[in-house]
């Protein structure tokens, strides 16, 4: 993989070049852990259109292809936002796919602003959302501290709302789920973003052993 791959996969989203009419695309996979990229497209919240997070998409998909997991990415602009709105296709689609792969956590990407104050904010909705399994959160913090990522726990996107898919997915299918916020100053730069693309294989492969 290098940095022309990524730059050509993002494309895909910006593009919007996807013919799937739902707007999303459902990547099934045998796999224990789920991946998310609810705002890879424009989303619409609150009367207005807001920019969209293009960079999840690939990284969602690269991570997916590479471990074989299942993922789900938006791929066109369908006037809505599957992590605000109080019901949402997206979300829905995740729910009816639990039912053929029982996974065991589900991680959602997001990109925060180059100016906030962390590298990688993790939402748990403050615990609550890990469904008993506070392991989970404290290992991932950990995980990405220790290889000098400043990850922060709940700092503040704490993805509490039971709208949000991090939220809806944990209360409805009692499954734990981390609301993963990238820095874009983290991952602007495509060969850093390949650097924590590999960091985030090493930690999922370590994840699996736990759940």
Same mark, same amino acid.
């Given at each position: 993989m290098n940095k022309e791959k990524i730059e050509e996969l993002e494309k895909y989203y910006?593009?919007?070049?996807?013919?799937?009419?739902?707007?999303?695309?459902?990547?099934?996979?045998?796999?224990?852990?789920?991946?998310?990229?609810?705002?890879?497209?424009?989303?619409?919240?609150?009367?207005?259109?807001?920019?969209?997070?293009? !960079? &999840? %998409?690939?990284?969602?998909?690269?991570?997916?292809? #590479?471990?074989?997991?299942? @993922?789900? +990415? !938006? &791929? %066109?602009?369908?006037?809505?936002?599957?992590?605000? #709105?109080?019901?949402?296709? @997206?979300? +829905?689609?995740?729910?009816?796919?639990?039912k053929e792969n029982p996974f065991k956590l589900l991680l959602d990407f997001h990109i925060a602003s180059s100016d906030r104050d962390f590298d990688i904010d993790l939402g748990t909705g403050d615990g609550a959302n890990l469904c008993s399994r506070l392991d989970l959160g404290d290992f991932v913090l950990n995980f990405l501290n220790k290889r000098g990522i400043d990850a922060k726990l709940n700092h503040v996107f704490s993805a509490s709302s039971h709208h949000t898919v991090s939220g809806d997915i944990s209360s409805f299918l009692k499954v734990p789920a981390i609301q993963m916020e990238f820095n874009w100053g983290l991952i602007e730069d495509s060969e850093n973003c390949l650097r924590i693309i590999e960091i985030l294989k090493d930690m999922i492969l370590n994840l699996e052993e736990i759940l």
């Amino acid at each position: 993989m290098n940095k022309e791959k990524i730059e050509e996969l993002e494309k895909y989203y910006i593009d919007e070049k996807s013919k799937a009419k739902e707007g999303f695309e459902l990547i099934k996979k045998k796999s224990d852990i789920m991946l998310s990229a609810p705002h890879a497209i424009r989303q619409f919240r609150n009367d207005k259109i807001k920019a969209a997070e293009f !960079r &999840t %998409g690939p990284m969602v998909k690269i991570l997916g292809e #590479d471990l074989g997991l299942s @993922y789900i +990415t !938006r &791929t %066109g602009y369908r006037n809505d936002d599957p992590n605000f #709105d109080e019901i949402n296709p @997206y979300r +829905t689609a995740i729910k009816d796919y639990y039912k053929e792969n029982p996974f065991k956590l589900l991680l959602d990407f997001h990109i925060a602003s180059s100016d906030r104050d962390f590298d990688i904010d993790l939402g748990t909705g403050d615990g609550a959302n890990l469904c008993s399994r506070l392991d989970l959160g404290d290992f991932v913090l950990n995980f990405l501290n220790k290889r000098g990522i400043d990850a922060k726990l709940n700092h503040v996107f704490s993805a509490s709302s039971h709208h949000t898919v991090s939220g809806d997915i944990s209360s409805f299918l009692k499954v734990p789920a981390i609301q993963m916020e990238f820095n874009w100053g983290l991952i602007e730069d495509s060969e850093n973003c390949l650097r924590i693309i590999e960091i985030l294989k090493d930690m999922i492969l370590n994840l699996e052993e736990i759940l």
